[in-house]
């Protein structure tokens, strides 16, 4: 069985600055596919350019439900917003997600979807979150299931097992106790895997902060397996006011600059691992 790897962008559409690093990633370097954040200020100038640029790179939506506004009528969310109409920040919404109305999620979730096709012209071809919000509240990551699985496509396999789940629950102190974590995690997993939703094999998030090296990356690569995986990372170019909506800022552009080094292409082929988008999963092995 072949290795695939798939190289996800995240946040197109959250700045000029990162709109500008995945296009360099995608052109000069390894990224095959990306996540738009439709809501965002630049999501607009992001499609253009892709577009017209970039055909080949794979586009998904990066569901949203922690920054700028929302989609829908303000009215129509009201769980999920401040007093300013904008999404509540990100450790506020997770906790805030396991009281809201289903209802809101679900219509958010709609109206970020027609958008996508509003800007793009097609659906998504895969479906992931910022702050993989949607992955930490059972709800949520049922509706982007039920969504992808009308659509036909697949979504993030951003729960690789049950202890990184349950790691990510207490740490964001989503449970009171042990006990109540321990079922967290269990109404999360069951809502996946519940479903006959596709996902990639494997998913990578390490290639991040102080892990965003040149040496971390060709260790992860060397340890790919069999089948789909997906690599996430945020690169961008070097931007004053991208600091001004991102808290991770600096570290986008070291990410740009090893996602384009040459070394890396050809370890990659080195490897014999063959670089593909999401349209891969489901048909050479994705789950």
């Known amino acids: 069985m072949l290795r695939q790897l798939i190289v996800n962008a995240d946040d197109l559409g959250l700045s000029t600055a990162v709109n500008q690093g995945i296009l360099e ?100 071809d895969h479906l992931d979150s910022h702050h993989h919000i949607t992955y930490l509240n059972p709800g949520a990551v049922a509706l982007m299931a039920e969504a992808a699985l009308d659509l036909g496509v697949p979504i993030r396999k951003a729960i690789p097992d049950r202890a990184t789940a349950l790691a990510t629950v207490v740490e964001l102190g989503l449970a009171a106790d042990e006990s109540q974590a321990a079922g967290r995690v269990d109404e999360l997993l069951s809502a996946v895997s519940t479903t006959n939703v596709l996902m990639p094999d494997r998913f990578i998030a390490e290639f991040f902060g102080q892990r965003a090296t040149m040496g971390d990356l060709l260790n992860l690569l060397v340890d790919t397996q069999e089948g789909v995986t997906e690599l996430m990372c945020h690169p961008a170019v070097a931007d004053e006011s991208l600091k001004a909506v991102s808290g991770y ?16 292409r050809e370890f990659i ?8 988008s999401f349209s891969a999963v489901g048909s050479q092995g994705g789950a």
């Open 249 to 264: 800022a600096d570290r986008r552009a070291d990410e740009l600059a090893i996602l384009i080094h040459p070394t890396v």
């Open 25 to 124: 990633a995608h052109l000069n370097g390894i990224v095959t596919s990306t996540s738009l954040m439709v809501n965002m200020p630049a999501a607009e100038e992001s499609v253009a350019m892709v577009l017209e640029q970039a055909p080949e790179l794979g586009v998904g939506l990066h569901i949203n439900f922690t920054a700028g506004v929302p989609c829908s009528p303000v009215e129509q969310v009201p769980d999920l917003v401040t007093g300013a109409g904008v999404f509540r920040p990100e450790k506020e919404q997770v906790v805030n997600l396991y009281s809201v109305d289903p209802g809101q999620l679900r219509a958010e979730l709609s109206a970020q979807l027609r958008r996508f096709e509003e800007l793009v012209g097609r659906p998504p």
């Open 269 to 276: 082929h080195s490897q014999f691992i063959q670089l593909v």
